[in-house]
């Protein structure tokens, strides 16, 4: 059985107990992203720099004034972690989660969501700044994304969101399932891609509502916000050669959304919870499993 | 192919959901969390009839005795299909023997 952290570190034992460290500087940025606004202190200004760099108009001051989630960011010895090669290689964060915490070991990274009762966050990184360190601060940030919706009641998803004047289709499925294919199709037809990767589903005034979230693989712009858009139809991917939809039943739409929820459906202390609050996002009589084909002939049946 | 857990279960057998699944009815069907594998999966009425019945206390003879009071069967049939599926559950890490039973 593996040892939490030990893929990533060296000593995994040495895990910091709690959000202490030497702080890499004294910059402060806020993210207005949903559930936030999610405020970081600590960095320094090539950190800060990244940062900006990476998430745009998503930067701001807003949050450094207001109620925010809080996170501080640490310096870490570049021997603390294990060197990896990545050719080939799948990453996945290690999580590991208790009622009051969440632990998390990646490439270059250690980080701590704490109740406090609030949550609030740390991160541990010897990266000074540039790329790499935005792609650090990004993992770190998902997470930190999808438990401060999950304790919202809402539930960051892996899937495509497409709007239109209709409001968003969320496709859903994990890796290789065809949500990148599907936006490329969508965005070929006209349509907006939101992002290909992750998107927030909340109940926001009674209604079921899609968010943008900055995290995308190909298709969706990263640095730039978006308003909240009313659920159109969920769908579950199922590549195919040919083009057909077929009703999910409530069932079935909650397991796939659990099946697409990262990081929180893991966690046991919270998956109860998580399925209760699936049970009222699931759309009644909107969610369908669409086998599509690549020549985007499914866009059409969508309605 | 028939395994261990498949060959031991009789009228006899007390069984309980597997210590690796959590499940959640929703009308009718259950949403079932293999937790190990990180899977889910949508399990039909009846199979989520069975998870149901499968407390970790009652024989599956007594599961018997309870679907044919709700489904329109010959016992002896009845007791073949559920014999069959729950080996099946079994089979599939859904269902284990019960300890101390």
């Known amino acids: ?303 | 192919m028939h395994t261990d857990s498949q060959a031991a279960i009789d009228t006899a057998t007390v069984l309980r959901p597997s210590r690796d699944i959590r499940y959640r009815r929703i009308d009718g069907e259950a949403v079932v969390v293999r937790q190990k594998a990180a899977e889910v999966l949508v399990m039909n009425e009846v199979a989520a009839r069975l998870l149901d019945l499968a407390d970790g206390r009652s024989s599956v003879g007594a599961w018997i005795d309870v679907l044919a009071g709700e489904y329109e069967v010959d016992r002896e049939t009845l007791e073949r299909d559920v014999l069959t599926f729950a080996a099946e559950l079994a089979a599939e890490g859904m269902l284990e023997i019960a300890d101390g039973v």
Request: proline share 6%; with cysteine.
């Open chain 1, 1 to 303: 059985m593996s040892v939490f952290g030990d893929s990533f570190l060296i000593n995994p034992d040495l895990f910091p107990a709690r959000r202490s460290g030497e702080a890499w500087g004294s910059r402060e940025i806020a993210l207005a992203l949903p559930g936030g606004p999610y405020r970081f202190s600590g960095l320094n200004a090539d950190q800060k720099a990244a940062v900006r760099e990476r998430f745009g108009a998503y930067c701001g001051t807003d949050g450094l004034g207001t109620p925010a989630i809080e996170s501080v960011l640490f310096r870490a010895a570049e021997a603390d972690f294990r060197a990896i090669d990545v050719r080939g290689w799948e990453y996945a964060l290690d999580l590991d989660a208790t009622p009051e915490a969440v632990r998390l070991a990646g490439l270059r990274l250690v980080g701590r969501l704490d109740w406090r009762p609030r949550l609030a966050g740390a991160l541990w990184t010897p990266d000074g700044g540039g790329a790499a360190f935005a792609g650090i601060f990004e993992n770190f940030l998902r997470v930190l994304v999808a438990y401060r919706l999950h304790e919202l009641g809402g539930a960051v998803l892996h899937c495509a969101a497409v709007a239109s004047p209709r409001g968003a289709r969320l496709f859903l499925g994990r890796s290789g399932a065809g949500k990148s294919t599907v936006s490329r199709l969508a965005q070929e037809h006209g349509a907006q891609v939101l992002s290909d990767d992750l998107n927030a589903l909340r109940l926001k005034a009674g209604a079921v509502t899609v968010e943008k979230l900055p995290f995308t693989g190909d298709y969706g712009d990263p640095r730039t916000p978006s308003p909240a858009v009313p659920l159109a139809g969920l769908y579950r991917l199922e590549k195919d050669t040919v083009d057909a939809l077929r009703p999910l039943s409530r069932a079935e739409t909650v397991a796939c959304l659990l099946a697409c929820s990262p990081y929180v459906n893991a966690d046991s202390h919270r998956r109860d919870e998580l399925f209760s609050d699936l049970l009222l996002l699931a759309p009644a009589q909107k969610a369908w499993s669409l086998r599509f084909s690549l020549d985007g002939g499914f866009w059409p049946i969508l309605g």
